[in-house]
């Protein structure tokens, strides 16, 4: 429930009515302290949804609601599309916001894999499945991404006719939607350079911006969005740079302190930076799960604002999938369907204390 601001009219708050029992120094003989007037609460960043902050935009390094104040965003990401598209549903994702506490899900388009956009995927299946994710989405007041899932082809110039087509055409129909981010690719990788990045973004960002100008976009880094370092140094400019956010990704088994340093040497360079995709096993989204590092990576990012999206809603039998292998509910998921990384996360979208090793 929020807070009662200002001027609210029920009288005092709760907490004013009674010294609380065991502070210090209180007495039962005495008047509570007079109540000092209390600076109204700032919103919590992470309590955000479409409903209350609206449509995004970028500040300076923060992602931020409507009305400039900031956001963060937290939540899951679905496996291929292509492979698992019953985790897109409307029951599931009204769960991730109700039960989970999670504020985003974004939606993973393979590109060059097998059944992938650019691989001999059914593009007229593909297509509906992230209008509809993104409309379902909405309804639960979750915010969507959409993202291009670069991986095997390892630079994003290899398909960018059909992620200009492919984003000018989804853009179009969901221009009038505050909810939807764009991702336009996971992870460029093997010889692909940020100059590569770049000329590939200034393709497709336009496309985008041609129907949505004001399109929050998410753009990946080289090496599997590792390099916010190489984007710091030479962000997006003028007006491709606009509401963009620079990825970041990491597994946490693998991942360690030299990669969080650069994720803070990046946002103290005034790099908005957002970690669209992560684990807390290894970079193979297998393996055995770090929590130390996993809570060694969300206290950074929490203390900096910084947005993150766990790999994945599936089943498949990998330590990344949240839901344990065998367990074919689509909804309705309790603690003893999740895998070790499931139960994590729940905990920390939920604010409780996560399982430790
Ligand atoms: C993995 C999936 C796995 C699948 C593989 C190839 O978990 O089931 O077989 O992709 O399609 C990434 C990628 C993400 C990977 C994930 C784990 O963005 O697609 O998913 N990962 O390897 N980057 C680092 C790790």
Redesign the pocket.
């Given at each position: 429930p929020a807070p009662a601001g200002p001027g609210a009219s029920e009288g005092p708050a709760p907490e004013a009515a009674a010294p609380s029992p065991g502070a210090e120094g209180a007495s039962p003989s005495e008047d509570p302290a007079p109540a000092t007037p209390e600076a109204p609460t700032p919103p919590d960043p992470a309590a955000a949804t479409p409903s209350t902050a609206g449509a995004l935009q970028v500040r300076g390094a923060r992602l931020c609601g409507a009305d400039g104040a900031p956001v963060q965003l937290r939540g899951v990401s679905t496996?291929?599309l292509a492979w698992f598209p019953q985790y897109v549903n409307p029951a599931l994702f009204a769960e991730l916001r109700d039960d989970w506490g999670a504020n985003v899900v974004r939606l993973a388009l393979?590109t060059a894999?097998y059944g992938g956009w650019c691989a001999g995927g059914d593009r007229e299946a593909l297509g509906r499945l992230v209008r509809d994710g993104v409309a379902w989405a909405a309804d639960a007041d979750l915010y969507a991404i959409v993202d291009w899932?670069v991986?095997s082809d390892q630079t994003p110039l290899v398909h960018a006719d059909e992620a200009v087509a492919f984003f000018s055409a989804v853009s179009a129909d969901l221009a009038g939607r505050d909810n939807v981010l764009y991702e336009i690719c996971?992870?460029p990788n093997g010889s692909a350079t940020w100059d590569d990045v770049r000329a590939y973004a200034e393709r497709v960002i336009p496309a985008i911006r041609a129907n949505d100008p004001d399109a929050v976009v998410i753009v990946g880094t080289p090496e599997?969005s590792q390099r916010v370092d190489e984007a710091a140094a030479a962000p997006l400019a003028g007006e491709l740079g606009g509401n963009v956010l620079y990825a970041l990704?990491f597994?946490a088994a693998t991942h360690q302190q030299p990669l969080r340093d650069r994720l803070a040497a990046a946002v103290a360079d005034g790099l908005p930076v957002f970690v669209s995709?992560f684990?807390i096993c290894d970079?193979?989204?297998g393996g055995a799960v770090d929590y130390a590092s996993a809570d060694a990576w969300v206290a950074l990012m929490d203390e900096l604002g910084v947005s993150y999206v766990c790999?994945?809603l599936s089943n498949?039998d990998?330590s990344?999938a949240l839901f344990l292998p065998g367990c074919e509910k689509e909804s309705g998921f309790t603690d003893a369907d999740l895998s070790a990384e499931g139960r994590w996360l729940r905990a920390v979208l939920r604010g409780e204390a996560p399982p430790a090793a």
């Open positions: 496996h291929g393979y894999e899932h991986l996971n992870e599997w990704h597994y995709e684990g970079a193979s989204g790999w994945n498949k990998e990344s």
